[in-house]
């Protein structure tokens, strides 16, 4: 994650907060006076957002010094403390709520990308995110997925080529889509294109395709596809996966699951702030 | 919600999702086809973001037709249609995702509003949310939660005073943090103060409280809260309410219940677009 | 004063009189050169914006020494020197007339507020500051009244809930604008309402008014709202202050009394930078 | 005044003022309702900002019809209407303020500098201003001095040259200073050195400065000083001048006089905005 | 291009050179006249900017009628004339520099991918340009080059992978560093690598690379290259490349042919707005 | 150059380039290995932009350890070694393009303006630049030409008055624009205005203009003008200046040259960055 990036968007995120200032904290607590807190997860997870909670806590005045107990990635079991921090008392309370907003959430990813990956463990398959993300959140929340063990899609609509039903109507079928996106895209993307079924399937591998997205296919189905692809193209499974299932998808032998409930519906970890 | 407010961050989205330019569409849809298209949701719920997602729509260009068959806070079932939009197909295709990401999010929080708001109908409690949103998107989730007919609870850390368990323990005491936060802050804000025990919250209303947070309180001791309190001040539940008590809670008499699950954990709603 | 804003907008004030650059010390001024200067007060004053300068004098190339003789709040007799401070001399040229702006302006305000902070001592009204301030320069003046001793009313539109005879007038009436106003707003702001004479007093009060603004309320009318309202809600009274009337008007009893002149009309503190 | 420049400023002034939201107004006045009124001087002025007024009420949603009954430059007497406008009621009550705080000011520094331009009318000297003006709103102070009849110095340090006693401490005398600033000047910009007394008026001359600044010469100074430069160069007076000494100083013969007062000591004038 | 960002950094290079108003144009231009100029080139070239001069005009205020008489990618002899405009006579004035500064440089590099392009014609090999663009204008010299007939390479370091002589080295030679990029890269983007002989070619094929740059590679080991890698990966010839051998790269059957020159050194083409 | 204004821009630069970050060097180079490098120039050349190198070598994490061996206005024969640095080895490749974009254009500029300065240097004619610098990069480009020997010209249409033959147009004629000009143009400014033959020039004599610019005068109607002005304005020839000429040009007498290629034709100098 880039650092510059991240602390960019996290002074956004304080802004959005504290706005014009911390009321109930300046009232009620002494300006100056130090205090030290640690950070813990009330649930088991795998850590993901350490160092973001940092980056908040350094958004303050105040020297921070910054003793965490684990780095991202740590599986974590509760009550377990993620780290213990010394700064002004005052930054402490009033930025506690948005980096714990921001752990309890990265956290989470991160926990559900390890329970995919671990589902699929003994086949080759890499399980993949996708722009099913919260608006304004991409960066960390693909971060999150992979601290999980998971990887990254395309980041955004630029850095990818991935034709999707709606293109192909617009385009007037599979083959001339991939035509006109081999003809005019960058020379280091390659070509993906989402098929429904066994014969777009074909369509798409003459074509020229790099890459195929198999769109909501059953696992039958998916696997008579890799045969057919006899491992010209990547396949790409997409859509009504679950952590069920994730498994029978990954042994048809496809190279790529992409789940959207990675980023989409996240139940957020319980993390804490206690002064000490 | 404030409109201009709103689209400056949709502008951010869209910013964050499309980057230098769309290249798939780009490469494989005709510039200029008009095109037409619904959104429709395939589970039940509560309707928010309908504006929102037309927003997202006009951002890009080309005439926008916008045909709503919903406004916010209808409750639809699955599978539903929410809207009918004609403008250029390109656009269609690169926008589709941003806004699709926003209404399925914002519809589950009203759904999960309503929800709350159902199950204490029968007293006057008034179910609130808290800070626990989504890093940057407290805007949309407010409105949300609005939409859902619950309340909003302080926007942020300058425009309420809420005296927390670590403001206390700073302030040297219940009733030195109410005192200072009496003698200092703007003369329209009323003093909120967290109690987590009877003897707090007597100190609290000898101090001057206009509002009293209980804090994970159970039910019975909320009931003896009450009680004491006499109608003097404001009483909020928070914390370890779910959908299967909160009920019980609104039967203790208390004015607020706030529940953080309204925005920290949201399963997002599946709605989709389908070109017609 | 939130140090990141106001150094943020510090920031903005020297582009406006810097410019792609100060031409003249670039020509006249060798490179590197260190300078000492001291600034001092020409009349009497309450200083108010110390830090403020200190934060201009930072904000170009050069490691800067600041020697204060004097903290916010001090009241200095003419001749007197508010500060030294030793930096690169180009750099305090430059600098110079935007810090003298604000530290004259500022004190200023400090100085007129502690005026009328003097003359309401004897009793415990609290003197106000009002909406009436410089565009873009509130979260500055808002300091220089608190420096002066005086209290701020809300920030903005957004964090306190006053109710004027416009919206009143909208509303139809005083009763159904309170109504209103207490069953839509966030349960931690107060609702404020303006009068203009005892009959509409009479119906804040029985509309659940927490604070009545008595607007160009003379000061005997002001003693019998004081006697009407007896203590169930603040009282403010505002407009027509002046420093001659302002004690007669604290003698009446009400709580607050607003003062728009603290910042609408300000002749400026004459201070200057000396070099040595 | 460059209209794009004003509006960017002008939103800066609403978000501070209006910050989330105008929360009185959204609980008080329905949404949608239409509203007129007039704004109103209660004292006689020069009118400055009528245009700049406008831009404020068109930031929000809702047409605005604008009926002015002056234009910048009028002379009003009291009480007089500058204007009727009608658009959205809400948003008349959420700019309002905003609209009448530059209204105020600017016409007061109009008021200002029509009375000095006033008392030096039978002569050729013209009234500039100077710097001291008010950090962040000197785009808005210059326009309003040349609605008075005044003249503006340079914007800032970036587009004139003017040599202050410090600069030519740097550089070791006026002859020096003017040397190093003739030879590295763009062309294009006159070389103003500011002199003390006579024998630097005459070093100056020597060095082949284009205008000189007669900083706190009295009178008859100032008359030997237009002896001494006999016509070669533009004199300007500056420091002390008053409205009951600016008339002496215009006869002595020089140029310009500057005049701080226009701008650093506003008192402002009474506007109000009536419902109709 | 994108038309919402292109509009953006338009608007940046008008702030840099009218900064805070067009002096010369108030001072002698009436407001409010209307004007109609032509903007004609005055040596033959590939145009290209006619919108995006287009979107300078209509920054300013007035109405804009644009009567254009070619499209990007037209062929001008000399003197020819690209469009005529009509709108507020200042506007023209105070635009025209920025305008004109734009379109002299795009349709410069336009005519020299032209050029370039020409000269492979007989082949399929393609032109492509680099990263070495004027720093903040790759969004148009980019689109400058596609008007030319040439193709873009990646836009900037984060939507392509091509692992320079400097990656190699860190990462321990070329097979690790294909294998590293391999693993780690999204699926989407192709992995290309520069080799610098042809035992490194054979190791790049080796390690599963799907493009090579053959840096400065002359052309008689480029044709072995491209015998050696017999159509299994994409190849770019890359350095050194000028309008003299350009052809006799492109008949050794290399894919593309990347060319600095397109941008990073380049003769303005003389362009001129005349009024009418 | 101002250096906060230069780093401002050179992250917008690096922005451009970098976008959401250098996947090539994140996959392939360790993280937090350091690096050394050296930059050299590959001909010969006037150096110019060394700290704007190292400016953007700091914008990205790691201590840099910077050894020039040169500094701007330097002439370098090739190859020649500009400088050494160490710093994070992946942080070098990140920013190596960027800065590299900007030392070889600033460097070819400066190398130029050398020559022409060179050219004039038995006169006292200055060489200075023009507006049709690089949208975006005016202030890195004047300053590459003062660098090489040169002055500039304004900044912008702000800060200079320079009536053209358009505004001579539109005022009706020389002796009107200039008297409109000195009518009201700030006191500091000059007013310059362009001619074309030797009646314009007596107009502009007559009208009091303090400097006037001949455009595209050949040499021996310059003479004459030279004689006619007879010292009373600064002339400056423009227009078809080359290196060929200008030296011709100077000997006519005229003030200052203003020659366009220095930087609107510039072919960049060759340089580049090797690991050591």
Redesign the interface.
């Known amino acids: 994650m880039?650092?510059a990036?991240a602390r960019s968007?996290i002074r956004?995120?304080l802004a959005?907060?504290?706005?014009?200032?911390?009321?109930?904290?300046?009232?009620?607590?002494?300006t100056g006076?130090p205090?030290t807190a640690r950070i813990e997860a009330r649930e088991g997870c795998v850590v993901a957002g350490i160092e973001v909670a940092r980056w908040c806590f350094e958004e303050l005045?105040g020297d921070l010094e910054w003793r965490p107990e684990v780095v991202d990635g740590d599986e974590l079991r509760a009550p377990g403390i993620l780290t213990r921090l010394s700064t002004d008392?005052?930054s402490?309370?009033?930025i506690?709520?948005?980096a714990l907003?921001?752990l309890?959430?990265m956290s989470a990813i991160a926990t559900q990308a390890r329970r995919y990956v671990a589902a699929v463990a003994a086949t080759p398959a890499?399980i993949?995110d996708t722009?099913?993300?919260?608006?304004?959140?991409?960066?960390f929340e693909r971060y999150a997925v992979r601290v999980g063990g998971a990887?990254?899609?395309?980041?955004?609509?630029?850095?990818?080529?991935?034709?999707?039903d709606?293109?192909?109507?617009?385009?007037g079928g599979v083959s001339e889509?991939v035509r006109?996106?081999r003809?005019?895209?960058?020379?280091?993307?390659?070509v993906?294109v989402e098929v429904t079924d066994l014969a777009q399937l074909d369509e798409a591998l003459s074509a020229g395709a790099d890459?195929v997205l198999l769109d909501n296919m059953d696992v039958r189905t998916t696997t008579e596809a890799v045969q057919q692809a006899g491992g010209k193209v990547?396949l790409?499974s997409s859509g009504g996966i679950t952590l069920e299932n994730v498994g029978a998808y990954a042994e048809t032998g496809v190279?790529?699951i992409s789940v959207g409930a990675l980023t989409?519906?996240?139940?957020?970890i319980d993390v804490a702030l206690e002064?000490e």
């Open positions: 880039d650092e990036a968007e956004r995120f959005e907060d504290v706005g014009r200032g911390d009321i109930t904290t300046e009232l009620t607590v002494p006076r205090g005045e008392l005052g402490i309370l009033t506690e709520r948005t907003n921001l309890g959430r890499r993949v722009r099913k993300t919260t608006p304004g959140l991409r960066m990887s990254n899609h395309r980041f955004g609509l630029d850095d990818g080529i991935l034709i999707k709606n293109h192909i109507a617009a385009a889509a006109r996106a003809a005019g895209a960058p020379h280091g993307l390659k993906e890459a990547l790409e190279d790529l989409h519906s996240v139940r957020t002064l």
